[in-house]
């Protein structure tokens, strides 16, 4: 009987050992793709700026953000409609 509380026992350890290494992995994944994301955010964002800049070159300030915002709800409805038919 003694034998088999040992090995129990073992066998807890060796699986609380594997949780923890399972955990970690999974909360360094998580920690990278936060920063991914708010790295992509970023990104957008000065994308879209320099499409405003670039296009006051050849329009008003009023008229570049009028078509850069228009393009911006585009992509948004667009990504919106693609994920209403995925989930659909």
Do not use: D, Q
């Not at 000065?46 to 992509?75: D, E, P, Q, R």
Request: one cysteine or more.
């Amino acid at each position: 009987m003694s034998e088999f509380v040992i090995a129990l026992l073992e066998l807890l350890e060796a699986e609380g050992r594997a949780l923890r290494r399972a955990f970690r992995r999974a909360s360094f994944g998580a920690a990278f793709l936060c920063i991914a994301t708010l790295l992509v955010i970023s990104g957008f964002g000065f994308l879209m700026a320099s499409g405003y800049w670039a296009l006051t070159a050849f329009f008003s300030a009023s008229i570049s953000a009028l078509i850069m915002g228009s393009m911006i709800l585009f992509v948004a409805a667009a990504l919106g409609f693609a994920a209403y038919r995925a989930l659909r």
